[in-house]
């Protein structure tokens, strides 16, 4: 891959790794490795759509098909070379599926992340970025906001696993040095999600006349979330790499990796963003408020996340949340077997 600078990116077919992959390529002129299974929600259909429209993208591209819940062979090590950063979006990140089977699920997230920083300690990239989510945190009131290293408090199984995560990844960190920065991100959107996130779930519901269930609480509240564009969250990643170097465990001064949120662009409830999509579509909306805890234990109603640390180095979306949302129900109305 010559002496340009190589990112290597886990989970590079899924829904918030391709977008990842297109800004990166349309902004640097770094090499990829792609790392994924194509099993889970990694699609290649995402690559080969990507690469169709930017065929000149295919030379800078490097597929790896490899099981993170396994390590890398030396073979497959050799083949990678030299890395210089590594994102970390491997995950299973459905809810559902982490209440139904916790133990399938919390072993996959924690093995992906132990083989990724076994192989770091290795490959010794200048940054290690591992994606996180407001989910660790736990429920918010609806207005309070977490900092960056506020406690770890998750309500649900997915959301354990992405802690889990976390504190592994300050643990390897401190004891061999791995250049670890944390992120945490809100609810990404974008062209080409899985059609089990709720956007999706309401475009799709929506477009056949059908009802969508919208989670409220007993009192009457209705739950709300960030929404933010994938795009968005890789502009933000792209603009730490290249303006942020990790802190480095050398001394007792400083005992924690640096860590960035990167907050929503619009706080949302369930409902008003239903009400949103199906206005952009030109549809009418039929929901139901349900009870979120009958319908999903560990429900939580409320997230939020400061993001003042990211924005006072001078980030900020490059794409309203409007505009982001309109174009990506356009994008999908005029694709549709991606929400099929």
């Not at 995402?46 to 597929?63: C, D, F, K, N, V």
């Not at 399938?104 to 490959?123: D, G, H």
């Not at 290690?128 to 407001?134: G, N, P, W």
């Amino acid at each position: 891959m010559g002496n340009k600078k190589v990112c290597l990116i886990s989970g590079i077919a899924g829904s918030i790794g391709i977008h990842f992959l297109a800004h990166i390529f349309n902004n640097t002129n770094w090499d990829i490795i792609g790392i994924s299974t194509f099993r889970h929600r990694g699609e290649s259909d995402r690559i080969s759509y990507m690469l169709g429209i930017h065929p000149e993208w295919q030379s800078r591209l490097t597929i790896i098909m490899h099981d993170l819940v396994g390590p890398f062979s030396e073979r497959t090590k050799q083949k990678m070379g030299k890395i210089d950063y590594i994102i970390n979006l491997a995950s299973l990140s459905d809810v559902e599926a982490s209440i139904k089977d916790p133990i399938t699920f919390i072993q996959n997230n924690v093995w992906s992340m132990l083989n990724l920083l076994e192989y770091a300690r290795e490959a010794k990239p200048r940054v290690f970025i591992q994606f996180s989510t407001d989910e660790v945190f736990g429920p918010t009131d609806g207005k309070s906001l977490y900092k960056e290293w506020d406690s770890l408090v998750p309500s649900n199984p997915y959301a354990a696993s992405k802690a889990a995560q976390e504190v592994i990844s300050t643990s390897y960190w401190r004891t061999y040095d791995v250049p670890v920065i944390i992120t945490h991100t809100m609810n990404n959107f974008g062209p080409m999600q899985q059609s089990s996130k709720f956007p999706v779930m309401i475009q799709k519901a929506t477009e056949k006349g059908e009802e969508i269930m919208i989670h409220g609480e007993s009192n009457g509240e209705i739950g709300s979330r960030s929404y933010i564009h994938s795009r968005n969250v890789a502009d933000a990643v792209l603009f730490i790499l290249k303006n942020t170097k990790p802190y480095r465990h050398q001394s007792l001064e400083i005992d924690k990796p640096d860590c960035y949120n990167i907050a929503g662009d619009k706080q949302l409830t369930n409902l008003e963003l239903a009400q949103l999509i199906a206005k952009l579509m030109g549809r009418e909306l039929r929901y139901k408020i349900v009870d979120s805890h009958t319908a999903r234990p560990g429900h939580d109603p409320h997230y939020g996340l400061d993001d003042s640390k990211l924005k006072n180095l001078g980030w900020k979306s490059p794409v309203s949340f409007e505009q982001s949302l309109a174009d990506t129900i356009k994008w999908q109305q005029e694709n549709k077997k991606w929400i099929e």
